[in-house]
């Protein structure tokens, strides 16, 4: 399933209808519960899987979902980041474990930056290195404390696309990052939840980033330096965590061309994730603006 949660928040479901999406209203089925309680609920998630079942046989009855403004999928409690997880491009015969770290680098980004696919990101006047992050986000589905890596994906809803913003001067200034991280609206997400059943290999995806139409990022997820069951373990040990929290598993390096021709995103630039998840790709587009001019782009 595609389940999505509209801006005035009603929680939804992306039905395919061809080369279109409708949407399906899910407040006939869980009322305005949220998503995260209703994929922690095995009795709702049924509810929800015979209704979008149901509107498969007759998509056409159901609006179009492209005239719907979106929020995030979900509302985290806790984002909860990786810094270095991809493995970078190395030199042939080189050995591409060599620069493994032993733990996991791991961050947060507070609630404050969160913000959904339809919403420009502002570009602060106090932030002169604004840069862009892909990645695939894992959305928890059931409360995790200290679970075993062989139990970790019991505990995973499904996953949706992020955007991890950041200002890299901010972030250089101390060796905590979270000031280059958090600035207001800079974690756009969504914007659909894939549910885990969509997904057969997590480590078998390709993570693609476009900016401004030009690949800058093309990785599979198997290069990753830990895998997700041992993350949701590795966190679960420290911290217990709640269905709707987001673990963001890190951005694959850039392209070396990509990397040469770095400069700061500016007003008028978009980047798009786009990770194909099932059966159909998911796409995250984000619009940068000015922070004088964001509060007409986000009506």
């Known amino acids: 399933m595609r389940l999505v949660t509209t801006l005035d928040g009603r929680p939804a479901a ?3 209808d061809g080369a279109t999406e409708r949407l399906l209203d899910l407040t006939p089925v869980v009322g305005q519960a949220a998503l995260a309680d209703v994929l922690a609920d095995p009795g709702a998630t049924a509810r ?18 492209d005239g719907v403004r979106l929020g995030p999928p979900v509302r985290p409690g806790k984002i909860l980041c990786l810094g270095y997880n991809y493995r970078g491009h190395v030199a042939a015969g080189a050995d591409p474990h060599g620069d493994d770290p032993a ?7 507070t609630p404050n930056t969160l913000c959904g696919p339809d919403d420009a990101v502002a570009l602060p006047a106090a932030a002169d290195d604004v840069d862009y992050e892909g990645e695939i986000a894992v ?9 075993s890596v062989a139990d970790a994906m019991d505990h995973v809803a499904g996953y949706t696309l ?24 800079f974690g756009p997400l969504g914007p659909a ?18 900016r401004d139409g030009v690949v800058t990022v093309s990785q599979s997820t198997s290069t990753m330096v830990f895998t997700l069951p041992f993350l949701v373990h590795y966190l ?29 995103l500016a007003h008028g630039d978009a980047v798009t994730i786009r990770v194909v998840l099932g059966e159909h790709p998911l796409a995250l587009t984000t619009r940068f603006v000015d922070a004088d001019r964001s509060e007409g782009e986000n009506r």
């Open 139 to 147: 959305v928890i589905g059931r409360r995790a404390h200290r679970v």
């Open 236 to 264: 679960s040990e420290v911290m217990t965590l709640e269905p709707g929290d987001v673990i963001s598993t890190g951005t694959p390096q850039k392209l070396p061309e990509a990397l040469a021709a770095h400069r700061p």
């Open 14 to 16: 992306l039905v395919p």
């Open 103 to 109: 733990y996991p680098d791991v961050f947060v980004k």
């Open 48 to 65: 929800v899987r015979a209704a979008v079942a149901h509107a498969h046989h007759a998509p056409a009855d159901l609006p179009p979902a």
């Open 162 to 185: 992020f955007d991890d913003v950041s200002d890299r001067g901010w972030q250089g200034r101390s060796s905590q990052w979270e000031l280059g991280k958090c600035f207001d609206g």
């Open 193 to 210: 939840l894939v549910t885990a059943d969509e997904v057969p290999d997590f480590h078998d995806l390709l993570v693609e980033v476009e």
